[in-house]
């Protein structure tokens, strides 16, 4: 059993919470601690360490005490180097053997186990990419072919206007009016329901970005340049027709 005097270390939100505005005021100072019926000395505090995260970022940080007591020592952290790493944990696996011969050798990398914390929300991210980028796909598969469909039934319509002196950017404004209506509908419903579901989501995180709206504005308008494109790749394909032949058919 350790037999110097204890002494603490303390993280800057215990220090706030034990009164003490700055490290030097609470360096020195005597305090104690106890949990349960188990009582821990008095002793100085050595000094004050920044706050940092010791778990996932949807706790907020803890007020943090660290002292020396060995009959609580269950976990070590080994600092280790990056080669060899298969031959670093066996010596520190023999070490153990002789050491503590009555209790397994268990071991965790402390970078995985970080990775762990945020696992479920990585995953979450993924299948967003993908499903998001498999509707949007789909959605410009099936503006194209709408709008293929709709220019093959005013192709009479289109000729007429052609041969009135309409150029390709007023048949584009003409064709894409509806579709940028629509666009406009469905980012009305879809942009406060996104909203709605990432503040839900981001309300779990003790510490948390704010929803810009300039994220919204960026994704909007790269919907509206595919809309955009759309439309005039179509639009050109469906006009470069002779109008005269179109206006001779039933």
């Not at 970022?57 to 060995?70: I, S």
Request: charged content about 20%.
């Amino acid at each position: 059993i350790n037999q110097e005097p204890r002494r603490y270390l303390i993280n800057e939100t215990a220090m706030k919470q034990l009164g003490f505005q700055t490290p030097e005021e609470a360096i020195g100072q005597q305090i104690s601690w106890s949990i349960g019926s188990f009582n821990l000395s008095s002793g100085p505090i050595d000094g004050v360490v920044k706050d940092f995260h010791q778990e996932t970022l949807k706790n907020k940080v803890d007020p943090l005490l660290l002292t020396f007591e060995p009959i609580w020592l269950q976990t070590f952290l080994v600092k280790v180097e990056t080669k060899e790493v298969e031959k670093t944990v066996q010596r520190i696996k023999k070490s153990w053997d002789e050491l503590f011969p009555k209790y397994p050798f268990e071991y965790y990398f402390l970078d995985e186990m970080y990775n762990n914390l945020y696992k479920s929300e990585r995953i979450q991210i993924q299948l967003l990419f993908i499903f998001s980028g498999l509707s949007i796909v789909l959605a410009l598969i099936g503006l194209f072919s709408l709008i293929a469909f709709a220019l093959r039934t005013r192709m009479k319509e289109i000729a007429i206007r052609k041969v009135l002196g309409a150029d390709l950017a007023s048949l584009i404004k003409l064709l894409g009016r509806e579709y940028l209506i629509l666009a406009c509908i469905s980012a009305a419903i879809a942009v406060p329901v996104s909203y709605l579901w990432i503040s839900r989501w981001l309300e779990d995180f003790a510490y948390r970005i704010e929803i810009s709206p300039l994220t919204y504005l960026l994704a909007i308008g790269l919907v509206g340049a595919l809309l955009l494109l759309t439309v005039c790749i179509q639009t050109s394909l469906g006009t470069a027709v002779n109008p005269v032949e179109k206006l001779k058919t039933d």
